[in-house]
């Protein structure tokens, strides 16, 4: 079975721009979740789409938002990059039950830098 | 909120020796799962074992095991028998649910020939 994809592995913007990242889960998993990992602040969760609605979300601005279609893939989308953005975004999928043994299983990571 | 606490920023050992990673949690739940997760410099995150709260026995997989203290919020990892490819970045992480991993700061684990 496939793993988790994310398109593109890498990204440089600029201040301003908006960028958006794209994330295919493992076949028959139905959530996908965000995560920022910077160096200072670590792994943070950003949000989360089951069933094509943001069912979780972690404390980042509105500039971070997403969406996901009805096979599951999942796109986040970061407007008006700052310096700050600059981070490896991480993607993982899982079956999406709610409960706590629901593994998450990761993508590669999509590395953005904003200059 | 729940935190998660890895004491051990970096961990050098040599190769065949056994270490053990630290982890420590902070939560008032009842039923939650903890993981740990390797990032070879490759950066692909990688499930390496988890455990139930529920259970007491200890999870074992191949040469990763846990040692899981529910009183004193302790899940530390146990790795026997080191291989060069054990190099990455270790984080320990609590799921109550809700899909959200909350993670440690994480142990840079060094494995030397």
């Known amino acids: 079975k496939a793993g988790v994809t994310q398109t593109p592995r890498y990204l440089i913007k600029t201040r301003g721009q908006q960028v958006t990242l794209s994330c295919s889960p493992i076949s028959g998993h139905r959530s996908v979740s965000w995560y920022q990992q910077t160096p200072g602040q670590g792994l943070q969760f950003l949000f989360e789409?089951?069933?094509?609605?943001?069912?979780n979300k972690g404390n980042f601005p509105g500039r971070f938002s997403g969406r996901q279609f009805s096979n599951s893939r999942s796109e986040m989308n970061v407007s008006t990059l700052e310096l700050g953005d600059s981070a490896l975004y991480l993607c993982?999928?899982?079956?999406?039950?709610?409960?706590?043994?629901?593994?998450?299983?990761f993508g590669p990571g999509t590395r953005l830098t904003v200059l | 909120a729940q935190t998660v606490t890895q004491s051990q920023p970096e961990m050098s050992v040599q190769e065949a020796e056994t270490v053990t990673l630290s982890c420590t949690y902070d939560t008032s739940e009842s039923n939650y799962y903890l993981f740990w997760y390797k990032q070879p410099p490759s950066r692909q995150m990688i499930l390496v074992i988890r455990?139930?709260?529920?259970?007491?026995q200890n999870a074992t997989e191949n040469r990763f095991s846990v040692n899981f203290q529910k009183a004193a919020k302790s899940f530390s990892l146990k790795i026997s028998d080191s291989q060069l490819g054990d190099t990455a970045m270790y984080f320990c992480a609590f799921n109550q649910g809700a899909q959200k991993l909350v993670f440690g700061q994480g142990t840079r684990l060094t494995i030397n020939p």
């Open positions: 455990q139930e709260a529920y259970k007491q």
């Open positions: 993982a999928s899982s079956l999406g039950s709610g409960r706590a043994q629901d593994t998450q299983y």
């Open positions: 789409y089951f069933s094509e609605t943001q069912r």
